[in-house]
C-alpha cells in the first residue's frame, strides 16, 4: 500500500526552464511535507518542507505548492540548472511522531 | 561540521551470520532514525531514538532486526540469522530536535547478503 505516490519516475527539463516534480498521498493524518534530493553515492539532503496550514513555501529557486483537498504537492524549481539533476524523493509525516514516510523518487535530469 | 556517518559502507555477508550496522549522529542531533531502501524505491522507516529511548520500532520487519542507542549518541542497527531478502540500503538519518520530520541522512550502508 504506497501512501505516497512519484508517478512520474524521471523528467528532462532544459537548464533556465521550470521543473516541476509531482506527488500523490493518500492517508489524511499526514500534515508535514518534505522534499529530498539525492546525488549518487550520497544520502538524500532535505531541500525544503510545508506544513499542512500552509499551501505555499518557497526558498531560493525552489517553490513547495500543496493542495491537500487533492492530496497532491509539487516542488517547482526555477530557473533549472544542471547541478540540480539529482532523484527527488517527497515523503510526508504525521501518522506517527519521526516516522516519514517516502515516495518512490523521479529522476531529474537537467540539460545545458 | 560532519554529517552522519555510517560503517560499514559496504557489507556482504553470508545468509545467517549475523550484522551490526553502526550510525554516528550529527553532533548534537538528539534523534536518530533507522531506514531500508530498496533498488529503485523511497527509504522506509524502521525505528528511531530521542536520547537513548526507542520511541518507534513499528517499522522493524520482524524479531531479527534490533537497534539500540545505549548513550544516546551513537546507533547500531543488529541483523540476526540474515536472508538474502534483507539485502538493501540502510539509511540512518538524524535531527536536531525530538521525534523531528527534518532530518538528516547519512550515506547509508549497501547490504548484500549471499
Known amino acids: 500500500d504506497q501512501q505516497v505516490k512519484q508517478n512520474s519516475p524521471s523528467l528532462s527539463v532544459q537548464e533556465g526552464r521550470i521543473s516541476i516534480l509531482n506527488c500523490d498521498y493518500t492517508n489524511s493524518m499526514f500534515d508535514y511535507f518534505l522534499w529530498y534530493k539525492k546525488y549518487p553515492a550520497e544520502g538524500p539532503t532535505f531541500l525544503i518542507s510545508?506544513?499542512?496550514?500552509?499551501d505555499k513555501n518557497e526558498d531560493g529557486r525552489f517553490t513547495v505548492f500543496l493542495n491537500k483537498s487533492a492530496k497532491h504537492l509539487s516542488l517547482h524549481i526555477v530557473p533549472s540548472q544542471p547541478g540540480d539533476s539529482a532523484v527527488y524523493f517527497c515523503?510526508?509525516?504525521?501518522?506517527?511522531?519521526?516516522?516519514?514516510?517516502f515516495g518512490q523518487g523521479t529522476i531529474l535530469t537537467v540539460h545545458p | 561540521g560532519a554529517g552522519v556517518s555510517q560503517s560499514p559502507r559496504y557489507k556482504v555477508t553470508k545468509r545467517g551470520q549475523d550484522v551490526a550496522l553502526r550510525c554516528d549522529p550529527i553532533s548534537g542531533h538528539v534523534s536518530l532514525y533507522w531506514y531500508r531502501q530498496a533498488l529503485g524505491q523511497g527509504p522506509e522507516f524502521l525505528t528511531y531514538f530521542n536520547y537513548e529511548a526507542q520511541q518507534d520500532k513499528s517499522g522493524l520487519p520482524n524479531d531479527r532486526f534490533s537497534a539500540e542507542r545505549p548513550e544516546g549518541s551513537i546507533s547500531t542497527l543488529t541483523i540476526q540469522r540474515t536472508e538474502q531478502r534483507d539485502s538493501a540500503m540502510y539509511r540512518c538519518?538524524?535531527?536536531?530536535?525530538?521525534?523531528?520530520?527534518?532530518?538528516?541522512f547519512g550515506p547509508g550502508t549497501r547490504l548484500t547478503v549471499t
Open positions: 515523503a510526508a509525516g504525521g501518522t506517527s511522531y519521526g516516522k516519514l514516510t
Open positions: 538519518a538524524s535531527s536536531l530536535r525530538e521525534s523531528s520530520y527534518e532530518q538528516y
Open positions: 510545508i506544513s499542512s496550514i500552509k
